[in-house]
């Protein structure tokens, strides 16, 4: 059965206090890795999508990886105002397909 | 302004009486699809639809049904509510699931079923 976790739960940093997030997975053929960021009370707002092992993506702080059989959200320096709970996703199967499949989140409280 | 609209944004209904929340996209998306947010269990997939006519389940389909007539409206309906459907409900819209994947959500629509 096709499985994404996430860890840790919650996180807290001080500002300036790098750290990662990370996202495992288990699936019949992984299609596409997805970061998303979730805000209280509004709907995930899209970070990244990554497709093969060894692919990067960065944006500001923020800066996605993969291997085969995780994900890493590396944040560099944060700010108070990169609070929020990051949502990992994949997209797995045929390509007929467009079950998505989330992990639980991590909420990142970063504190000034 | 691309964006994604849901109506209502806050629902209170008793056990069956039907009732549908409305999806609508100005984007041009082939791919749009449900979700139900609950405390614990992260976002699940209800149902998603590939283009107009063609629509699936995702991994909590039961007690939901969609219909993709127009590539703009993506309405999810709930023929008879039961409390277990109380939760957080967003639609999504994408160019194309596993192309240029930029995917927006919904502000969402809480949905309490007494």
């Known amino acids: 059965e096709d499985q994404v976790t996430q860890s840790p739960e919650a996180l807290r940093l001080q500002e300036g206090e790098s750290s990662s997030l990370n996202c495992s997975y288990t699936v019949s053929g992984l299609r596409g890795l997805f970061w998303y960021r979730q805000d209280p009370g509004k709907g995930p707002e899209f970070l990244f999508t990554l497709y093969s092992a060894g692919e990067e993506k960065e944006k500001e702080r923020l800066k996605a990886t993969l291997t085969k059989k995780e994900s890493f959200l590396h944040i560099t320096a944060p700010k108070p105002e990169d609070s929020a709970t990051y949502l990992c996703?994949?997209?797995?199967?045929?390509?007929?397909?467009?079950?998505?499949?989330f992990g639980q989140g991590t909420t990142l409280q970063v504190k000034p | 302004e691309a964006q994604v609209t849901q109506n209502p944004r806050y629902l209170i209904t008793v056990t069956g009486k039907k009732l549908t929340v409305t999806c609508s996209q100005n984007m041009n998306h082939e791919y749009m699809s449900w979700y139900r947010q609950d405390p614990g269990l992260g976002l699940r997939q209800i149902y998603y639809s590939m283009n107009v006519e063609v629509t699936d389940k995702g991994d909590v389909p039961e007690g939901y049904k969609v219909s993709r007539k127009e590539k703009r409206n993506f309405p999810l309906i709930l023929e008879s509510p039961s409390p277990n459907q109380t939760s957080l409900y967003f639609c999504?819209?994408?160019?194309?699931?596993?192309?240029?994947?930029?995917?927006?959500f919904g502000q969402g629509t809480r949905l309490t079923v007494v």
């Open positions: 996703a994949v997209l797995s199967g045929s390509s007929n397909t467009g079950k998505l499949i």
């Open positions: 999504a819209s994408s160019n194309r699931q596993g192309g240029n994947t930029e995917a927006f």
